[in-house]
Nanobody, 116 residues
Framework: QVQLVESGGGWVQPGGSLRLSCAAS???????MRWYRQAPAKKREFVAA???????YYTDSVRGRFTISRDNAKNTVYLQMNSLKPADTAVYYC???????????WGQGTQVTVSS
């Protein structure tokens, strides 16, 4: 079973940027990679997806500010987050799955805090 390790979170002021990474223990090339986030007292929500065909999808609240990408040679998926807002504060998780559904494997998450 592939293991996922997220990194790159931290504290940033509103308007700042962070780049999250998710390293997989095995090949990600056949899979759709997704980022989710979970804010305190809220359900985990979808953020972005990158399919094997190179298509990307975003939730409305991050479209135009976040960019998902992957490096199959490094088995790593990234989430570039720009123009961050306090509402983006959450623990961010990556997921490896198929185009039709996310998989059951999650990493430990990485905390992103946006505040002044």
């Amino acid at each position: 079973q592939v293991q996922l390790v997220e990194s790159g979170g931290g504290w940033v002021q509103p308007g700042g940027s962070l780049r999250l990474s998710c390293a997989a223990s095995g090949s990600i090339s056949p899979y759709t990679m997704r980022w989710y986030r979970q804010a305190p007292a809220k359900k985990r929500e979808f953020v972005a997806a990158d399919t094997t065909g190179g298509n990307t999808y975003y939730t409305d609240s991050v479209r135009g500010r976040f960019t998902i990408s992957r490096d199959n040679a490094k088995n790593t998926v990234y989430l570039q987050m720009n123009s961050l807002k306090p509402a983006d504060t959450a623990v961010y998780y990556c997921n490896i799955g198929t185009i039709g559904r996310p998989g059951e494997t999650w990493g430990q998450g990485t905390q992103v805090t946006v505040s002044s």
